[in-house]
Nanobody, 117 residues
Framework: QVQLVESGGGLVQPGGSLRLSCVAS????????MSWYRQAPGQQRELVAG????????EYGDAVKGRFTTDRDNAQNTVYLEMHLRSPDDADVYYC??????????WGEGTQVTVSS
């Protein structure tokens, strides 16, 4: 059974940090590009970060460049997102997805990040 399970969300003050994890199972993790998205209620999904399967090439959404970092551990079937959270604008549900041939094929249930003083 394919699963992507995100964790690490929570409440943090503006200027604080969180590290999200996404553990994959049921498929060959190293063969897939992985990405992080975020979505607020009633809003479109926003790309946060992506990491390719082979060369580890990275991309980041404009809103998070310089503040968020993603990496992956193929031995642990896990992708991470290190976040320096600036304001409540960063508060969303964060999801990880697995990509193959340019399409999202697997996705998780998300983890809530709240930024508030």
């Amino acid at each position: 059974q394919v699963q992507l399970v995100e964790s690490g969300g929570g409440l943090v003050q503006p200027g604080g940090s969180l590290r999200l994890s996404c553990v994959a199972s049921g498929f060959v993790f190293s063969g897939y590009a992985m990405s992080w998205y975020r979505q607020a209620p009633g809003q479109q999904r926003e790309l946060v970060a992506g990491i390719r399967r082979a060369d580890g090439d990275l991309e980041y959404g404009d809103a998070v460049k310089g503040r968020f970092t993603t990496d992956r551990d193929n031995a642990q079937n896990t992708v991470y997102l290190e976040m320096h959270l600036r304001s409540p604008d960063d508060a969303d549900v964060y999801y990880c997805d697995a990509w193959n041939y340019g399409q999202i094929v697997y996705w998780g249930e998300g983890t809530q990040v709240t930024v508030s003083s």
